[in-house]
């Protein structure tokens, strides 16, 4: 899986759009850019994911580079519970069945801080 | 949110006594998978489950054994639960391929001493 590069901390202001960058300079073609984010002492929770094409959801908005070395995750709102480390993740779509399984590949993330 | 429970949700125990860790789910997933947190390691599959009675093992699975009898149970066991298992326990499921797309349990805080 393509190794990804995520500023370690950003902050926010309630209610405006939080931009949360990534790089992914060695994705494959094959590779999918997802996203993720994990809430203090909760499980880690899917935010969207994508190939090539730009996406949205009720959560987010995911942008891709057309050369797709680098995303962005929009959340387009940010509130106070969207306070959370960020995770993006490049892997190859479908299930894997080699050794380490189907298995995230979760690395530091960004700490999004969404303040008043 | 996907319907995946765990428990117990946290557990304090003394080393060299067995521990199960149960996740439930009610989505019919096919595949389920086991994973702990720790400081520094951020997330590590410790075995999944492809199936009823089809699991794997992960990168981290020694010391650990899997079993799923049911569909919408994975029970992850401590044969001998040691200090260096002290951790946070995740169970996610997927549907199917394009397994990226994981959901994930509230974990359990597993304390050995």
């Known amino acids: 899986d393509a190794k990804t590069t995520q500023p370690p901390s950003m902050d926010c202001a309630e209610g405006r759009a939080a931009n949360l960058p990534c790089n992914h300079s060695t994705i494959s073609g094959n590779e999918y850019v997802y996203w993720y984010r994990q809430i203090h002492s909760q499980g880690p929770q899917y935010i969207i994911h994508g190939l090539k094409n730009n996406e949205t959801n009720e959560m987010a908005s995911l942008i891709i580079t057309e050369d797709r070395k680098s995303s962005t995750l929009i959340l387009p709102h940010a509130t106070l519970r969207d306070t959370a480390v960020y995770y993006c993740i490049v892997r190859v779509g479908g299930y894997i069945l080699t050794g380490g399984g189907n298995k995230l590949t979760f690395g530091t993330g960004t700490q999004l801080k969404v303040e008043l | 949110d996907a319907g995946i429970t765990q428990s117990p949700r946290h557990k304090v125990t003394e080393t060299g006594t067995p521990v199960t860790l149960r996740c439930h789910q009610t989505e019919n997933h096919r595949y389920m998978y086991w994973y702990r947190q720790d400081p520094g390691h951020g997330l590590r599959l410790i075995h999944y489950s492809y199936g009823v009675k089809d699991t794997d093992k992960g990168e981290v699975s020694d010391g650990y054994s899997v079993s799923r009898s049911k569909t919408e149970d994975f029970l992850l066991t401590l044969e001998s639960a040691t200090s260096s298992q002290t951790s946070v326990y995740f169970c996610?499921?997927?549907?199917?391929?394009?397994?990226?797309?994981?959901?994930f349990g509230p974990g359990t805080r597993l304390t050995v001493l």
């Open positions: 996610a499921i997927s549907e199917g391929p394009g397994g990226g797309t994981q959901y």
